[in-house]
Antibody, heavy 120, light 107 residues
Framework: EVQLVECGGGLVQPGRSLRLSCTASGFTFGDFAMSWVRQAPGKGLEWVGFIRSKAYGGTTEYAASVKGRFTISRDDSESIAYLQMNSLKTEDTAVYYC???????????WGQGTLVTVSS | DIQMTQSPSSLSASVGDRVTITCRASQGISNYLAWYQQKPGKVPKLLIYGASTLQSGVPSRFSGTESGTDFTLTISSLQPEDVATYYCQKYNSAPRTFGQGTKVEIK
């Protein structure tokens, strides 16, 4: 069974940093791209970014709203994807979901999400 | 960037009704369109990909069609468990943009 478990969320002040982790199990992690999607309270889904598998260069793409502040990385030996968030803003407050990204951008499995609150 | 516009933003229908949600892409995306269902307080779930391919385990009352840059999600007979917000998402290229969502309620 595919499982994705996020951790690392919490309350952080504007301008500070936070790193989220997504631990995967139930599939060959290194064969898949991984995406992060967020959802602000009471709002819709917003794609944050993704990291390709090593077979496709392990490169990353980001939404314009987070480019230059957020970085996605992966540790295939541990089956973990990371979302490093720097220079956080109040508008980054959201539940952050880790997703398995398959067939070039279909999110077929989602984690339970972790809440990030950016507030002074 | 390509924009994804869903309509309506919300709807209320009776059990057994046929429900249709539309998603329009601002440019061509071929059939690189997925639909997700998010029930209240729950994690989003993939329903359809490739504009019309039903994800394994999804009830057959859900279907998707494509006509140029217009995409439609249809629930043939609305059930109480279908109360949710539905999102389209394009994946032909980055950014993998979502529509703004359509909230479906029971009348």
């Amino acid at each position: 069974e595919v499982q994705l478990v996020e951790c690392g969320g919490g309350l952080v002040q504007p301008g500070r940093s936070l790193r989220l982790s997504c631990t995967a199990s139930g599939f060959t992690f290194g064969d898949f791209a991984m995406s992060w999607v967020r959802q602000a309270p009471g709002k819709g889904l917003e794609w944050v970014g993704f990291i390709r598998s090593k077979a496709y260069g392990g490169t990353t793409e980001y939404a314009a709203s987070v480019k230059g502040r957020f970085t996605i990385s992966r540790d295939d030996s541990e089956s973990i994807a990371y979302l490093q968030m720097n220079s956080l803003k109040t508008e980054d407050t959201a539940v952050y979901y880790c997703t398995r990204d398959t067939y070039g951008g279909i999110f077929d499995h989602w984690g339970q999400g972790t809440l990030v609150t950016v507030s002074s | 960037d390509i924009q994804m516009t869903q309509s309506p933003s919300s709807l209320s229908a009776s059990v057994g009704d046929r429900v249709t949600i539309t998603c329009r892409a601002s440019q061509g995306i071929s059939n690189y369109l997925a639909w997700y269902q998010q029930k209240p307080g729950k994690v989003p779930k993939l329903l359809i990909y490739g504009a019309s391919t039903l994800q394994s385990g999804v009830p057959s009352r859900f279907s998707g069609t494509e006509s140029g840059t217009d995409f439609t999600l249809t629930i043939s007979s609305l059930q109480p468990e279908d109360v949710a917000t539905y999102y389209c998402q394009k994946y032909n290229s980055a950014p993998r943009t979502f529509g703004q969502g359509t909230k479906v309620e029971i009348k």
